[in-house]
Structures are given as structure tokens and as C-alpha cells.
């Protein structure tokens, strides 16, 4: 059997499945978070949504172009190489698509609260307490 088809196996399997899974938690479990950035819970269920949506086709776009990338494997462990390189590189892909989500929510949710004074140290008592 030709390695670069069980290359190619693999590695669509493998981007496939780990990015609906992540998907997935993330919508499950980010929804109670948007809910408390928007106040709303019809306005986080369509963020909830377009987030999911954009963070599906930006990934599954990086791993198809990433499919491309290497050479036609001679033994199997080159083949193991390549594909567990193109996988390190989708799961790396998901970490970045995750962590700036979170802080563009982040800057959201504090852009809502009101600044602290100017002064202000939370170490130190209140003036006359």
C-alpha cells in the first residue's frame, strides 16, 4: 500500500476528529462565559455560534493546506514524522485559534467595567476605616 495514502488517512482522521472535538468544548463550555461578557442570552448563543463556525473553517482550511506539505514517505517512520508534524501543527493552530478568542472576550469584558481611581490600591484600607 502506497505510505503517502495511509499519510494522508491518518492525518485527515486525526485534524478532523481533534478539531470537531475541540469545537465542541469549546461551544459547550464557552457559552456560560459569553453569557456573562454579553448580558445576553440570545446575543451570546449567535457569538457562541459564529465563533464556532469561524473556528471550524479557519482549522479544517489550515489542515487541508497543510496536506500538501512533505514528500512522498519511503519507510514508515518518515511517514510517522510527517504526519504527527502536520498534526502538531493543526493542534497548534487550535491553541492560537483558542487563546486570542479568549482575549478578545477578555478585552470585551473589561472594556463594560467601570476603571478603578486613579489612587486605587487594593492592598490598602479605604481612607478613614
Do not use: C
Not at 493552530?93 to 478578545?104: A, E, P, R, S
Request: aromatic share 10%; charged share 15%; glycine share 6%.
Amino acid at each position: 500500500m502506497d505510505l503517502r495514502f495511509v499519510d494522508y488517512l491518518i492525518y485527515i482522521v486525526a485534524s478532523v476528529a481533534l478539531t470537531i472535538w475541540v469545537g465542541d468544548t469549546l461551544y459547550r463550555n464557552g457559552r456560560p462565559f459569553l453569557v456573562n461578557v454579553f448580558k445576553e442570552d440570545g446575543l451570546a448563543n449567535s457569538v457562541n455560534h459564529l465563533l464556532v463556525v469561524g473556528f471550524y473553517l479557519v482549522n479544517f482550511g489550515a489542515a487541508a493546506i497543510l496536506i500538501n506539505t512533505g514528500d512522498t514517505p519511503p519507510t514508515v517512520t518518515d511517514m510517522v514524522k510527517q504526519t504527527v508534524t502536520r498534526i502538531g501543527v493543526v493542534l497548534l493552530i487550535l491553541g492560537f485559534m483558542h487563546f486570542n478568542n479568549l482575549m478578545i472576550l477578555r478585552a470585551i469584558r473589561r472594556r463594560d467595567r467601570p476603571m478603578p481611581p486613579v489612587n486605587y490600591n487594593p492592598y490598602q484600607p479605604a481612607p478613614g476605616s
